[in-house]
């Protein structure tokens, strides 16, 4: 029998039950014909009105993509639409329907294939990602003229589950709206952006599953389990009500965490800490605001950045950050600078590929070498300020003089801005990420030219233990609960409240139910998370009193190794249960 | 009429230059523009200036030169056009 139980990785939790709906990528089969006289013309106007359709289509999307993600991101379907329009494709292909007298699909597919190779065996890595768009366009084109509708995913009559290769940035962009009920990839990781964005659009979704679109038909009944990764085709009636069953109870759980949406984060002894959310792009402020989020604690800004040949202007960005500023006023935002490693940019700034990116030119560094770069962020940011409440956190900081650095860039920025006659908010704070050990051990030192800190614990973990959790054969290694990384984390929030200042968390750890009190006992003042993981984290806070969080720090604190100190939380959980 | 022009921009004909080149030729409708990158080591291919995959696979770079050819029957829009790409590569496409 095939297998019908797939294991993925978990990309976005959440069980959903449903008709697969596979969005096809793979080649077509392309039938050589040899046309008669009279067919020739005819040939050649089906070619056209395919041509047609496919420029509505990516009217359709640039539409899209304009209103939500602006101008800058639909210049490249600008650039598609003119490819179809373009003499060399268009022209040559109807002389050789003349000529040779076969049918369109078979010239019109050698044509695009001859152009994309031309671009894909060019020296330079920006054309020859040029060649794989034109080979794209080939294939929205050919669907049109074999008549297999592309799914356009705004014109979905019954909920579906998306099935996939891969998504591209405008595939997920449609998603929000449409009857998606969920989405499984062959491609992508835990920390991919698809994967990203499926947490924060709350979706559920499996990433990294090698071949399913191979074992998956459309309209096969399909059960995706967000939370384990497991996706099962055409279940048995037995395996089906047991997840029916189980889906209902969380949707309960759903619903009882949805009521504690106005309620704060307080613990039964009077502690009140902030929960806010990390997002990615400003659609998500919606959502942070429906879990109950108090404010923004992580704008990731570089998606204004990706995806595009050029930078950033000044305007667009302030656009962008004032857009946010408001959204989420009467609470804050906290946009972290450029937090990119300088590969990501290359093509903009030049720089060249580093043997180990990890440790190389990224966050701050880069910024503080590419200084108008960092300037015009800063600017843009500033004159977004007096729409609402900003704060602004230098990503990747190691030693206390980078931030030396970066504010009096900051102070020179505001100079310029008061000659200028711009407003902006004086009180603008400035704080910085805490996600190497070496700012991890200073934070005494840094806490003093801040306003805040915040404890990036992805990069913590990875930088204390060496260890990339992307790589299969080390990632067992990474543990948030390691001795090293809590006694990091604690020191860091002692000497943040030694110095007067608040101290935030905004990695992975900051949305995890088991961790909560242990970051509540060491004195967190803000944790910051996906949207999706608020309401369980308030729960677990208003659950509990300081002194049971601090007893618990006290004692895991003395305990050597991450095992026993999992099998002390597991045993604080049952005892919380029950 | 034909010019050599140096590339200004950073990026050089990338899509977004290119597409704005195309944009303003094709407004061009009886004039025909061949374009083709001076290179010392090799005389580059010539491209139709209205074909958008022609200009990319030019593949030129930030500091290249282009000689651009413009030939049709009526001189005053075969200038007009010569001075409005001139504009366009002086003004970096618009790119900062």
């Known amino acids: 029998m095939e297998k019908i139980i797939h294991h993925g990785i978990a990309a976005s939790p959440g069980i959903v039950i449903g008709k697969a709906l596979i969005l096809s990528q793979e080649d077509f089969c392309i039938k050589m014909r040899k046309l008669q006289d009279k067919e020739i013309e005819q040939e050649i106007i089906r070619f056209q009105e395919a041509l047609n359709t496919t420029k509505q289509e990516l009217i359709a999307i640039r539409d899209k993509v304009n209103g939500r993600l602006g101008t800058k991101h639909a210049t490249i379907f600008e650039a598609y639409l003119l490819v179809l329009d373009d003499p060399m494709l268009v022209k040559e292909t109807i002389a050789k329907i003349r000529k040779e007298r076969m049918n369109v699909e078979y010239v019109f597919s050698q044509t695009i294939s001859k152009f994309a190779h031309v671009f894909t065996s060019m020296g330079d890595e920006y054309l020859r990602e040029r060649g794989r768009d034109i080979q794209d366009l080939g294939k929205r084109v050919l669907h049109n003229l074999l008549g297999e509708k592309k799914h356009s995913l705004s014109q979905l009559k019954e909920e579906v589950i998306i099935i996939a290769n891969d998504l591209t940035p405008s595939d997920t962009v449609q998603m929000r709206e449409e009857k998606i009920l969920g989405f499984i990839t062959n491609m992508g990781g835990k920390t991919s952006h698809t994967a990203i964005m499926a947490q924060s659009l709350g979706i559920p979704a499996i990433v990294g599953l090698k071949d399913i679109t191979a074992k998956v038909k459309t309209g096969d009944e399909i059960i995706l389990d967000g939370y384990e990764g497991i996706v099962v085709i055409n279940p048995v009636r037995s395996l089906l009500e047991e997840y029916e069953k189980r889906n209902k109870k969380y949707i309960e759980i759903k619903k009882q965490l949805h009521k504690l949406k106005d309620l704060p984060a307080v613990t039964l002894d009077g502690r009140e800490v902030q929960l806010v959310a990390n997002i990615e792009i400003p659609d998500e402020v919606e959502l942070a605001l429906e879990s109950g989020a108090t404010g923004i604690g992580l704008f990731r800004t570089e998606f204004i950045y990706l995806n595009r040949a050029d930078l950033p202007g000044e305007e667009e960005q302030t656009r962008v950050y004032r857009n946010i500023a408001k959204k989420i006023a009467p609470h804050s935002v906290v946009l972290r600078t450029l937090d990119l490693g300088g590969d990501k940019l290359s093509e903009q700034l030049g720089t060249n590929t580093e043997t180990n990116p990890f440790l190389g030119l990224r966050g701050i560094r880069l910024c503080l070498k590419y200084q108008d770069l960092f300037r015009a962020q800063l600017r843009a940011i500033l004159q977004a300020s007096t729409s609402g409440k900003i704060k602004i956190m230098y990503p990747m900081i190691s030693t206390v003089e980078e931030i030396k650095k970066a504010n009096h860039i900051l102070d020179q920025v505001k100079d310029e801005l008061k000659k200028e006659h711009i407003d902006f908010d004086k009180d603008l704070e400035v704080g910085a990420m805490i996600e190497t050990p070496s700012a991890a051990l200073t934070a005494d030192v840094i806490a003093r030219e801040v306003d805040f800190l915040s404890i990036g614990s992805n990069d913590l973990i990875q930088y204390t233990i060496a260890v990339d959790r992307g790589n299969e054969n080390v990632a067992y290694l990474y543990e948030p609960l390691h001795p090293s990384i809590l006694r990091q984390i604690k020191y860091v929030i002692e000497a943040g409240h030694r110095a007067g200042k608040l101290v935030g968390m905004c990695g992975e750890m900051a949305g995890e139910p088991e961790l909560a009190l242990i970051l509540l006992g060491m004195g967190l003042d803000e944790f910051s998370m996906g949207s999706a993981n608020i309401p369980k984290i308030k729960k677990v806070i208003r659950e509990a009193t300081m002194n049971q969080a601090k007893g618990i720090v006290n004692k895991i604190l003395d305990l050597p190794t991450v095992e026993a100190i999992k099998k002390l939380i597991k045993q604080t959980h049952i005892r919380n249960e029950e | ?96």
Do not use: C, W
């Open chain 2, 1 to 96: 009429m034909e010019k050599n022009i140096e590339l200004k921009n950073r990026l050089g004909l990338h899509a977004r230059p290119a597409a704005l080149f195309v944009r303003l030729t094709n407004q061009y409708k009886q004039i025909k523009i061949k374009v083709r990158v001076l290179r010392s080591e090799e005389e580059s291919e010539e491209v139709d200036g209205k074909s958008i995959m022609g200009l990319m696979m030019l593949a030129a770079e930030a500091g290249s030169r282009l000689l651009v050819k413009i030939s049709g029957d009526k001189d005053k829009e075969e200038e007009e056009l010569m001075t409005r790409i001139e504009e366009l590569i002086a003004g970096k496409f618009g790119e900062e």
